[in-house]
């Protein structure tokens, strides 16, 4: 068993080359990263949606921040603008 082992390890190497093995490695474990984070996401969300909590307040409109409107700046044409 370990000879096929040692077997495969060799042809691996031979067959994507010293170069290439690190970036493979490094791209398998930020995916093996983000497929975690992303199954411990969905088992929190069936975990919210299971467990009846209290509903989140609207926010009223007359509490919320009016928009920010700029002003347009004034433009003086070039003939009327005093020289300094």
């Keep these: 068993m370990s000879e096929w ?4 390890i060799v042809g691996v190497v031979l067959l994507f080359s010293a ?5 493979m490695a490094r791209g398998l474990g ?6 975690k984070a992303e ?4 088992k929190e969300d069936d975990e919210r949606a299971k467990s009846p909590g209290p509903a989140p307040k609207p926010v009223e409109a007359s509490r919320a921040d009016p928009p920010v ?5 004034e433009t003086v044409p070039d003939e009327t ?4």
């Design 81 to 84: 603008r005093k020289a300094d």
């Design 39 to 42: 199954t411990r996401g969905m």
């Design 30 to 35: 930020q995916s093996m990263r983000i497929f």
């Design 69 to 73: 409107v700029e002003k347009p700046r």
């Design 19 to 23: 170069k290439k093995l690190p970036d």
């Design 5 to 8: 082992i040692i077997v495969a």
